[in-house]
């Protein structure tokens, strides 16, 4: 399967108007800080962009990032300028083609930015010890329609969370399906490179994340894929794709279900860009000088983490 992946992003596309589906290529609006980082993107890195949402949290100023499957480098250099000259940005894939892209706009984009803070590494996303890359080295790591196409999707997500620092996060986005993809399905190459194929059945992903040690997922967006009646839509059958972002914390102490310790928090409005309202995730919105109760695993989250200081807690 990876000699298909790695044939499809190197030699089959070459840029995002040849792919099949808008599985990989998202249509939401961006918020204002990505889009104004977006626009000082090089052109060409930005047309091999084959992502399916976002993946781009905010409070990122001296942050060190990690994004799998960096692809053309598109969130990489977003990122670099969203960490500041203080923070660093690696990006990790396998397919040569796309990191030729990324690296040959390396100095053009450090003479843009006036600092240069992004590193590109050959090697899978599933095996990130043999790059070297350390325990407890990274903040944040970042993924934009991947992890679909691993096949030791367990592997990268332990990966993930050996890398990352305690009160640090996963924000990444991929696909999922509403049940568990056939195995013709899943063995078709396009379907496959299209980010259908390899997809987790939603229920799949949960149970594989917290065997991983990520005890609570956090789903931020969701949007269903639309499948242009064709070949493609006729073979996925009654199969519903959609893009999703989590956050997945690494914090000791969360649990698999979330329990009432008669907690509150009062956000301060602090965090750049959003002096009215938080979205923790889908589900949890903070209006700033409000006091709101929550649950243990939502406490920790917002205390233990980078968000703590733009809270108070009670
Ligand atoms: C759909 S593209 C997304 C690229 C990039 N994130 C973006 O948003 O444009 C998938 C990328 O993941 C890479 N990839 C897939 N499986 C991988 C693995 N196991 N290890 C490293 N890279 C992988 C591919 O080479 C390809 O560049």
Known sequence: MEAGVRDYYGKTLKSGADLKT???????ALPRPVREALSNVHDEVVSRYYGCGLTIPNELSGLSVLDLGSGSGRDCYILSQLVGAAGRVTGVDMTDEQLEVAERHRDHHARAFGYGNVDFLKGDISKLEALGLKDSSYDLIVSNCVINLARDKEAVLRQARRVLKEGGEMYFSDV???????????????LYGECLGGALYWNDFLTLAKRAGFADPRLVESRPLALDAGPIRERAGHVVFYSATYRLFKLEGLETACEDYGQAVRYKGTIADDPREFDLDGHHRFEAGRIKTVCGNTALMLEKSRLGRHFDFF
């Open 22 to 28: 808008d599985a990989c290529c998202s249509p939401s």
């Open 176 to 190: 999922y399906a509403d049940r568990r993809v056939p195995e013709e399905l899943k063995n078709d190459p396009v």
